[in-house]
């Protein structure tokens, strides 16, 4: 029977060395059945845009504590439309301020995660995003 | 979805390649049909598997492999294959091994590729094969295969590779766990990595000692002062491979170009001694075996109601039937294969 599994990269862009979130959701996804594709840290929107068309996933999770989401995240926004993926979800976690949140999703981003957010949620909004599809 | 269209696979065209190889890890109908399309393409390749247990650097080691390839005057095109294990509570996975291979980042001549196993306990998943003859297809010329942490009996890769390294690292056991039969006699070419560790010199040791034990190694017996030659020797002018031991650390390249070089004279061993072309033939004999297995069983499922198959499982359990009494049954008469389902 065809199987088709939920494909999630995890990626830290940025320069912040601390992965500990990231390792977090990752594991709770692949508790929830998901494929994660786990790629550390200290990533540039190249190295992330690259890696999800190279392991074609259907959402991208970014772990962003330095502040600087509101510089990284258009970039890699840009180059997954352009390599043909905008049909990418993302997904950020990490310290985004309030007032950024509705900026994010303006530019394209589907979830926003701060610090104390249940995986449960995480893990029940990729899935609702997918739900026509499966 | 709609078929690939296998002219930008051909050509190279990386999205179109991402997807296709999506489609034939979940098996779907497009993607089976855009294989058949792509199979006379394939059989260019030079297929390595690296497997050994986990921890010992296979990642590393693949990432540093294809820095070589990539590097000099003749810079070749390399996939990566690399296979995690899939939790069998959930079925889910994550996928570590792009961590150590960051330094590819940014080379179109590279393509690396995680699956997780789902479910298959040989080392690789079920589409590991079909994956990589659309890589082949698609026209790179080295395709690395990274196995699942291995124990002992995941030996798939000897099957898909044409060249099989196994990789130890030191401190992972002694002479014992060397002559036992399994993942180490599946090795082309021995590694013994993070060889800056202390006991790299056991670890080459126990190698060596297993090598001698066991392998068919051109030897020349004493009796009654004649020259005899032992069992193990093959015909004359056939040259054998003995597998070499070699060190590396991968963490800064070290012993990598060797290794590389040592990768090409076995293929060129294998070709030199029509070996390749027995390999090629065994593997694709396996993997119509293996196919023809899942259809049929695939196949003779669909003709049982999963109420019929219940209550066998029911009659084992009450020990009313025994496992071979329960084949029979099942593939008896009015349910045999051919036939639908009857109540």
């Known amino acids: ?134 | 979805m709609v078929k690939p269209n296998i002219g930008s696979i051909l050509s190279g065209e990386r999205i179109a390649l991402a997807r296709l190889l999506s489609e034939v890890e979940n098996n779907s109908v497009a993607g089976q049909a855009t294989l058949d399309e792509l199979f006379p393409h394939t059989g260019k390749a030079h297929l390595i598997g690296v497997t050994g247990a986990p921890g010992t650097g296979k990642s590393s080691l693949v990432n540093q492999m294809a820095l070589n390839y990539r590097a000099g005057k003749n810079p070749k095109q390399v996939a990566i294959v690399a296979v995690d294990p899939s939790s069998p509570f959930t079925g889910g996975a994550v996928l570590g091994d792009r961590v150590r291979m960051r330094d590819l980042a940014g080379d179109p001549g590279v393509f690396i590729r995680s699956m997780a196993s789902r479910g298959s306990l040989g080392g690789l998943a079920r589409a590991t094969a079909a994956m990589v003859q659309v890589f082949d297809a698609a026209g790179f010329e080295v395709i690395l295969i990274e196995t699942v942490g291995a124990g002992q009996t995941e030996v798939d890769i000897a099957r898909l590779a044409h060249t099989t390294l196994v990789v130890e690292s030191p401190g992972l056991g002694d002479e014992i766990q060397a002559i036992k039969a399994g993942i180490l006699e599946i090795a082309d070419i021995l590694v013994v990595n993070k060889a800056d560790l202390p006991g790299v010199e056991n670890t080459e040791r126990a190698l060596k000692g297993m090598l001698g034990l066991a392998h068919p190694v051109a030897k020349v017996f004493r009796h009654h002062g004649q020259d005899m030659v032992s069992a193990g020797r093959e015909p004359e002018g056939k040259a054998l491979w003995v597998p070499p031991i070699l060190r590396t650390i991968a963490t800064d390249g070290t012993g990598v170009a060797e290794l590389v070089a040592a990768i090409e004279q076995h293929a060129k061993h294998l070709h030199n001694s029509g070996e390749w072309g027995r390999r090629e033939r065994a593997r694709l004999e396996a993997e119509l075996e293996g196919l023809l297995t899942e259809t049929l069983v695939k196949r003779f499922r669909e003709g049982v109601t999963d109420i019929r198959y219940e209550k066998m499982v029911d009659r084992l359990v009450q020990r009313k039937v025994s496992p071979w009494g329960a084949v029979k049954a099942l593939l008896k008469g009015k349910n045999g294969f051919t036939a639908k389902a009857q109540d």
Request: hydrophobic letters at 45%.
């Open chain 1, 1 to 134: 029977m065809p199987e088709r599994k939920i494909r999630v990269l995890v990626a830290k862009p940025g320069l912040d060395g601390h992965d500990r979130g990231a390792k977090v959701v990752a594991r709770a996804l692949r508790d929830a059945g998901m494929e994660v594709i786990y790629t550390g840290l200290r990533q540039t929107p190249e190295m992330i845009a690259e890696a999800a068309l190279q392991e074609d996933v259907d959402v991208v999770g970014l772990s962003i504590l330095s502040g600087a989401h509101m510089s990284l995240i258009p970039p890699i926004l840009k180059l997954l439309k352009a390599n043909g993926q905008e049909h990418v979800k993302i997904f950020v976690g990490g310290i985004v301020p309030d007032e950024d949140v509705p900026r994010l999703k303006e530019m394209g981003v589907t979830g926003v995660y701060g610090p104390g957010a249940p995986t449960e949620a995480i893990v029940n909004e990729i899935r609702a995003t997918f739900k026509p599809a499966r």
